[in-house]
């Protein structure tokens, strides 16, 4: 759910550090009896390799890296959805591993997106979300996490802060996006989307502590409202960042007004009949619950 700035570079250094250290990052799966395809191929793991069931800085020290979740239904899930949301944006898909800690299970109650292309899904965080909110809820926070490898390979978002903020906002806007798409998950019942997601904002580290951070409430909610009206076009990354800017911007200071959607003109027209809407979501005076009523 994060995309830590100031932890992109060591994230890298340890990233870089493990690869060294295990020689071959499908290592980490190795000493995985649930990876038995990947297992089947490797060699037996000595010390040197049982040290890099440490999965990295970010998940506890007794966590271990799994190819699959606890049954396959919810594996094939999973990565049909990762197949979907990947080729939605015309990519390959990219490396998604699950992270089990039985010793510590509530541990894992994280997804992070690295800047080395994976993307690492904890066991509490999917089996929480499932139960409490049903399929949709991980399919949306997968996309969350993917809208994050598209920053990074896009060199996304075009907007800074000097926070996250903006990378937060755009990645909630690009699982709006993806869930509304005919050739996404194709959800044009938006209440659907909007219960999914305040069970998604509720839920690990999309906990709003710091709302300079992530954005408030009312500004995400805002964000993917914004995301699934961009889902009536088809946008390749960069005009859905472009886009997402052009009108959230607009929206949050008045200058859409003044602004010229030079990349496509033809949405205007559409979004225009949404800005007062999208302004009262993100400063609450639509509510949770009336979020939940739109159309
Ligand atoms: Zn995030």
Redesign the pocket.
């Known amino acids: 759910?994060?995309?830590n700035f100031k932890f992109c570079l060591l994230a890298g250094a340890i990233a870089a550090f493990s690869l060294s250290a295990c020689r071959d990052d499908k290592m980490e799966e190795s000493i995985l009896p649930e990876s038995q395809s990947a297992s089947a191929k490797l060699e037996q793991p000595g010390d040197l390799e049982k040290s890099c069931s440490y999965v990295d800085q970010y998940w506890s020290s007794s966590a271990v890296l799994k190819t699959t979740l606890s049954n396959s239904t919810d594996t094939n899930f999973m990565n049909a959805q990762m197949t979907k949301i990947a080729s939605l944006w015309g990519r390959s898909n990219p490396t998604l591993r699950f992270v089990d800690d039985p010793s510590n299970f509530n541990s894992t109650y994280n997804a992070i997106?690295y800047s080395t292309g994976k993307i690492y899904y904890g066991y509490a965080i999917y089996a929480d979300a499932k139960n409490k909110g049903g399929d949709i809820v991980n399919a949306m926070i997968l996309a969350?996490?993917y809208g994050?490898q598209l920053q990074y390979i896009f060199n996304l978002p075009t907007v800074n802060e000097s926070t996250a903020r903006p990378?937060?906002l755009e990645?909630d806007g690009f699982a709006g996006y993806y869930l509304r798409r005919p050739n996404g998950y194709n959800k044009t019942n938006f209440a659907e989307i909007a219960a999914a997601y305040e069970f998604a904002q509720s839920i690990g580290?999309y906990q709003t502590t710091s709302a300079n951070h992530h954005g408030t409430p009312p500004q995400r909610r805002s964000a993917v409202r914004l995301g699934f009206l961009l889902g009536q076009y088809d946008l390749n990354a960069a005009n859905f960042d472009y886009n997402f800017f052009y009108y959230y911007q607009g929206v949050l200071n008045g200058t859409y007004k003044m602004g010229k959607n030079s990349v496509n003109p033809e949405i205007d027209a559409y979004m225009s009949q949404y800005m007062d809407e999208l302004r009262k979501i993100q400063t609450g005076e639509i509510s949770a619950e009336e979020f939940k009523q739109l159309k």
Do not use: G, V, Y
Request: hydrophobic share 20%; proline share 0%; charged share 45%.
């Open positions: 759910m994060k995309r997106s969350h996490e994050h990378n937060e990645a580290d």
